[in-house]
T-cell receptor
C-alpha cells in the first residue's frame, strides 16, 4: 500500500488567493483526519470524516476553511481567501476504525506558505 | 478539554544511554495512547499504540507504558543511537480523536 498521499508537498501563494490541499487515504480506511502543525500551537485537529461524512469540524479555525470528502478515496481542504497566519504544515491521516485500536497513519504533509 | 503535556521539551544524550520521555494527560477517559516519531520536515511515524486496557507495549528497543488513572505515559528508549534523533510526540484518543502533546526533541550525540 502506498500509504496516505498528499498533494502538493509544498505550496507558496499570496495572501487572498485560494488554496486547495488534497489527500488520498489508505484504501479501506473509514476515517480521515486533517491536522495543522505550527511551532506555536503544535499539531491541531481541524476536522475528521467517517465514511465520507464530516463528524467534527470544531477545530476549523474560521469560515475561510472548508473540507470535503466526495468519495472514500479523496478529500480536500480549502482555504479561501488565504492569509499569512495560515502558513503551516497540513497533515492528512486515516484509520481503519475508531476507539480501541485506532492507529492513525499520516501522510507526508503539505507545507503551506502564504506571503 | 483534554490537554497533553510532554516533558522535557528537548533532551540531549550521549549514544548508548537509556532514556525516558514523559507524557501526561488531563482526562483519563481515553481509548488509547499513541507515540509517534517525527523527523525534521517529515510526517509522523507511529511507534507504539497502547489501548486503554493495556499497561505497556514493546517494539524493539522501545517500551511504552500507560497509567491511565494517573494520566501518565512514558516512552523508554534503550541503548540510544544517533538515528533515534527526532521529535517524539504522544497523542491520546478519547472523546476528541488524537490530542497531541508538543513533543520532545531528542538529540543523541555520537
Amino acid at each position: 500500500d502506498a500509504g496516505v498521499i498528499q498533494s502538493p508537498r509544498h505550496e507558496v501563494t499570496e495572501m487572498g488567493q485560494e488554496v486547495t490541499l488534497r489527500c488520498k487515504p489508505i484504501s479501506g480506511h473509514d476515517y480521515l483526519f486533517w491536522y495543522r502543525q505550527t511551532m506555536m500551537r503544535g499539531l491541531e485537529l481541524l476536522i475528521y470524516f467517517n465514511n465520507n461524512v464530516p463528524i467534527d469540524d470544531s477545530g476549523m479555525p474560521e469560515d475561510r476553511f472548508s473540507a470535503k470528502m466526495p468519495n472514500a478515496s479523496f478529500s480536500t481542504l480549502k482555504i479561501q481567501p488565504s492569509e499569512p497566519r495560515d502558513s503551516a504544515v497540513y497533515f492528512c491521516a486515516s484509520s481503519l476504525t475508531s476507539g480501541g485500536y485506532n492507529e492513525q497513519f499520516f501522510g507526508p504533509g503539505t507545507r503551506l506558505t502564504v506571503l | 478539554k483534554q490537554e497533553v503535556t510532554q516533558i522535557p521539551a528537548a533532551l540531549s544524550v550521549p549514544e548508548g544511554e537509556n532514556l525516558v520521555l514523559n507524557c501526561s494527560f488531563t482526562d483519563s477517559a481515553i481509548y488509547n495512547l499513541q507515540w509517534f516519531r517525527q523527523d525534521p520536515g517529515k510526517g509522523l511515524t507511529s511507534l507504539l499504540l497502547i489501548q486503554s486496557s493495556q499497561r505497556e507495549q514493546t517494539s524493539g528497543r522501545l517500551n511504552a507504558s500507560l497509567d491511565k488513572s494517573s494520566g501518565r505515559s512514558t516512552l523508554y528508549i534503550a541503548a540510544s543511537q544517533p538515528g533515534d534523533s527526532a521529535t517524539y510526540l504522544c497523542a491520546v484518543d478519547g472523546n476528541t480523536p488524537l490530542v497531541f502533546g508538543k513533543g520532545t526533541r531528542l538529540s543523541v550525540i555520537a
